[in-house]
């Protein structure tokens, strides 16, 4: 029997910290919430490749500031919501946004080739 739930279940399915009685219990449940985040980054990618061709095939387009600016606001005001510090979260999001933004651009440059 599983303690925590293997990365196709839903955590639904997991033991809540209360419930886990020792460090490895604990640990398990971490490791299959982390398996789950990067597979949701994996799939936030894919949106992230299919909206190039929606848009202008310029700088400013691709960086899209005021979207941005929007996405780390409401970022911030959900780390507030569940008690997470907004500032670690602007600063994971800042990182991320970063990431997919550069790998939009070097989409477009590829099929500019």
Same mark, same amino acid.
């Given at each position: 029997? &599983?303690?925590?739930?293997?990365? @196709?279940? =839903?955590?639904?399915?997991?033991?809540?910290? *209360?419930?886990? *009685?020792? #460090? =490895?219990?604990?640990?398990?449940?971490?490791?299959? #919430?982390?398996? *789950?985040?990067?597979?949701?980054?994996?799939?936030?990618?894919? &949106?992230?490749?299919?909206?190039?061709?929606?848009?202008?095939?310029?700088?400013?387009?691709?960086?899209?500031?005021?979207?941005?600016? !929007?996405?780390?606001?409401?970022?911030?005001?959900?780390?507030?919501? &569940?008690?997470?510090?907004?500032?670690?979260?602007? !600063?994971? &999001?800042?990182?991320?946004?970063? @990431?997919? #933004?550069? *790998?939009?651009?070097?989409?477009? =440059?590829?099929? =500019?080739?």
């Amino acid at each position: 029997m &599983y303690v925590c739930a293997p990365k @196709y279940f =839903n955590t639904l399915f997991m033991k809540s910290p *209360q419930e886990c *009685q020792n #460090i =490895n219990e604990v640990r398990e449940c971490i490791d299959t #919430i982390d398996s *789950q985040i990067i597979e949701l980054l994996a799939k936030r990618f894919d &949106y992230v490749k299919s909206i190039v061709p929606f848009k202008a095939k310029t700088t400013d387009a691709i960086i899209a500031k005021e979207r941005k600016e !929007q996405v780390i606001k409401s970022r911030r005001a959900l780390a507030e919501k &569940y008690e997470l510090d907004p500032d670690i979260i602007e !600063q994971m &999001y800042t990182l991320l946004i970063n @990431y997919f #933004i550069e *790998q939009e651009i070097k989409l477009i =440059n590829a099929k =500019n080739v």
